[in-house]
């Protein structure tokens, strides 16, 4: 894995577990110590060694020899496919990829038996996966089939030109009709497991619509200009309409057994043929369900 640092100055331990998630800093360290880095093509083996903006680090693939993930007949949606890519609807209760204590049941596990390629740019553990949703959110994802689509779909992340719209439920009733939410985020201090709104955190801006009120919930449609994790989870608690089903940010009533979120719909132009593209996924039964007894609840 090849890595060029664009914003980090300061200790290659660091910046390798900022860019590897999935993998311990102790282990990143004893990583370094046995020569499997380099940093501008020279082996680094003192795990506290100094990089500077531009330089290039190159990994060994150590991670092979600590997973072995593999294929599993896990059934999943596939609502395109091509030579380069696949639209996917990822179920509810699932992780995108293996993490260090799971290897199993993940997205990837059933994409490496049903999809032939799988772009390596992600490591082992992140095959063609381009971009990702929390375990309990459901919908659309983007997985890259080769190197080239997997860097051309990132760039068209970071330049914000591929439109991801939300269905969520939200407890409360929001009285604006469409509003936009502006707030930094990060970890939060008090709670590893939650992000929250903290002044110096990263930029996040999530846009929202309602489509309908019921007595004491809201029915929304969401759009991201950023994608920061759990960016619309936080910033709805953080105007006190947490997700219906999620606790963890401050939902209250138990209407639904996981946050009531799902990715959409997906739009972007085909980085290779240059056509637009759209993509939608139904909303799955249980958030169905839930819509349908808040409706009749109302009535």
Do not use: C, W
């Not at 331990?13 to 501008?40: A, W």
């Not at 997985?143 to 991801?164: G, M, P, T």
């Not at 409360?172 to 939060?188: F, M, Q, V, W």
């Amino acid at each position: 894995m090849k890595l060029i640092n664009n914003e980090f100055e300061g200790r290659l331990d660091i910046y390798l577990s900022k860019n590897l998630k999935d993998v311990s800093r102790n282990f990143i360290q004893k990583n370094i110590e046995q020569g499997k880095v380099k940093v501008n093509n020279k082996v680094i083996t003192t795990k506290s060694f100094k990089i500077k903006i531009s330089d290039i680090i190159e990994i060994e693939e150590f991670k092979l020899q600590e997973y072995n993930i593999k294929p599993e007949p896990i059934n999943i949606e596939i609502i395109y496919q091509d030579s380069n890519y696949a639209i996917v609807n990822k179920p509810a209760n699932m992780i995108t990829h293996p993490v260090a204590n799971i290897v199993s049941g993940t997205l990837v596990n059933a994409l490496l038996y049903h999809l032939k390629d799988l772009s390596g740019i992600g490591g082992v553990l992140r095959p063609g996966i381009v971009h990702r949703l929390d375990k309990d959110t459901s919908g659309l994802l983007i997985v890259a089939k080769n190197d080239k689509a997997h860097r051309l779909f990132v760039e068209l992340l970071k330049d914000r030109e591929i439109q991801r719209e939300y269905i969520a439920v939200v407890e409360g009733i929001i009285s604006e009709d469409e509003g936009e939410i502006n707030a930094p985020i990060r970890s939060d201090p008090k709670n590893r497991l939650r992000m929250a709104v903290i002044s110096g955190g990263k930029e996040a801006v999530t846009f929202f619509k309602v489509i309908k009120r019921f007595k004491n919930a809201s029915l929304l449609t969401i759009r991201l200009k950023t994608g920061r994790t759990h960016q619309i989870r936080t910033h709805l608690s953080y105007i006190k309409h947490p997700v219906a089903g999620d606790p963890l940010y401050g939902a209250i009533y138990s209407l639904i057994n996981r946050p009531a979120l799902h990715s959409h719909k997906l739009k972007f132009t085909d980085p290779f043929t240059k056509l637009p593209k759209k993509f939608k996924a139904s909303i799955p039964n249980d958030i169905k369900n839930l819509i349908l007894r808040l409706h009749n609840e109302k009535n």
